[in-house]
């Protein structure tokens, strides 16, 4: 316990009684003295606002690349996707009925127009044409003597006509009889490929049955549907190239253009002729149809600096004699692995290449030549 007295104890230290306090408070002093000057500064001496839109001002012209770019006069195609169909595709139906005799060609076969593909059993029409044919020659010799007598006086002009008649009615009777043989005749057409028998021998087949089928692919007909803005620059009589599925390039002319719209996709029916002798494209397979209508004047350009305007219009923006934002509507004539054609351009056009996403038209801008390097950022962000 300490028992030395009150009064005797040392006095307890306080930071006022250092003696570099009074610096500190100094210090801070200065330095809120300065801070306030610097805010008051703004309000004697502001500093210049930046131009803008809202003071009425200019923007300033944002940096830009562009590329000079010149038209050259390229061939406008109208491609469209179809498919190959024969020329002629039909169903042979049966004339008679009866059993099939006989069947002289299979399934895959190519025959000639006439050609007997099969027959049916003649059975009695054979008996009938021999008796038809009987009736003809009696009837032949009535009329040969009716007009005999007829010059010696003997005979009557109706005992003439009597005779004639009847001839007549006999030939008649005859053309029938052979017109049925002729019907157990299975012929075909035309020239072409069985692509279809249904008939064997012993079956029994009614009038009117299908009994095959022959497709003509010589010359082959290639259809396919043309839109009505494209309508006028078809004409019958063009030459066209068309690319099938299969891999086999032809060319083609075109053979009919449609006057009547589909009323449900309001399209036309388009119909191209090709050579097909060999026979080694069939029917029913895609095809890729390209007609030449004609020269335009085209820029060949990236499809990455196309924009769309406001209303989602495809266009180009370009760099006017001022400098000024331009848009123009634009159409893609033709694709090709490095670039699109694209019509509605002038002649000559400084197009911009970088930067196209932060202009608008008639905004003021400085273009740089596009050398492929990146433009350093502006004021008002990077050029992409």
């Not at 008679?96 to 076969?109: E, N, Q, W």
């Amino acid at each position: 316990m300490n028992d030395e007295p009150e009064s005797g104890r040392r006095a307890a230290m306080k930071f006022s009684d250092d003696p570099g306090a009074s610096r500190a408070t100094w210090v801070a002093a200065f330095l809120i003295v300065v801070l306030t000057a610097w805010f008051a500064s703004g309000l004697v001496w502001p500093s210049e606002a930046p131009e803008t839109e809202q003071d009425g001002n200019v923007q300033a012209p944002i940096t830009v690349a562009v590329r000079d770019s010149t038209a050259e006069m390229i061939t406008e195609f109208f491609v469209a996707e179809g498919q190959a169909v024969a020329d002629r595709d039909t169903t042979i139906h049966a004339e008679t009925s009866g059993d099939i005799l006989d069947v002289a060609f299979d399934k895959g076969d190519t025959v000639s127009a006439g050609d007997v593909i099969g027959r049916f059993d003649p059975g009695h029409r054979t008996a009938e044409l021999d008796r038809a044919q009987a009736e003809v020659e009696r009837a032949e010799r009535e009329f040969q003597n009716a007009e005999t007598l007829f010059a010696r006086g003997t005979a009557t002009e109706d005992r003439v006509t009597e005779a004639r008649t009847a001839l007549a009615a006999a030939r008649a009777q005859r053309a029938a009889a052979e017109q049925a043989i002729e019907d157990t005749m299975i012929r075909a057409p035309f020239d072409g490929r069985l692509e279809d028998v249904f008939v064997d021998p012993g079956e029994f087949f009614s009038a009117g049955a299908e009994v095959a089928r022959v497709v003509d692919l010589e010359p082959l007909t290639v259809r396919a549907r043309v839109p009505q803005q494209s309508l006028r620059s078809l004409t019958e009589g063009q030459a066209a190239t068309v690319r099938f599925i299969t891999g086999e390039t032809r060319e083609g002319i075109v053979r009919f253009v449609g006057a009547s719209a589909d009323p449900a996709t309001r399209t036309f029916l388009l119909e191209i002729e090709v050579e097909n002798e060999d026979g080694a494209i069939p029917a029913g397979v895609s095809t890729e149809v390209s007609i030449a209508t004609g020269e335009v004047a085209a820029h060949f350009i990236s499809p990455a600096i196309l924009s769309l305007s406001e209303d989602g219009t495809l266009g180009l923006k370009t760099a006017s004699d001022d400098n000024a934002v331009q848009f123009h509507e634009v159409s893609i004539l033709r694709a090709e692995s490095e670039g699109v054609w694209v019509a509605g351009l002038p002649d000559t056009a400084r197009i911009i290449t970088i930067g196209q996403g932060f202009v608008r038209p008639d905004d003021t801008i400085d273009p740089r030549p596009d050398n492929g390097a990146q433009l350093a950022e502006t004021a008002s962000g990077p050029i992409q």
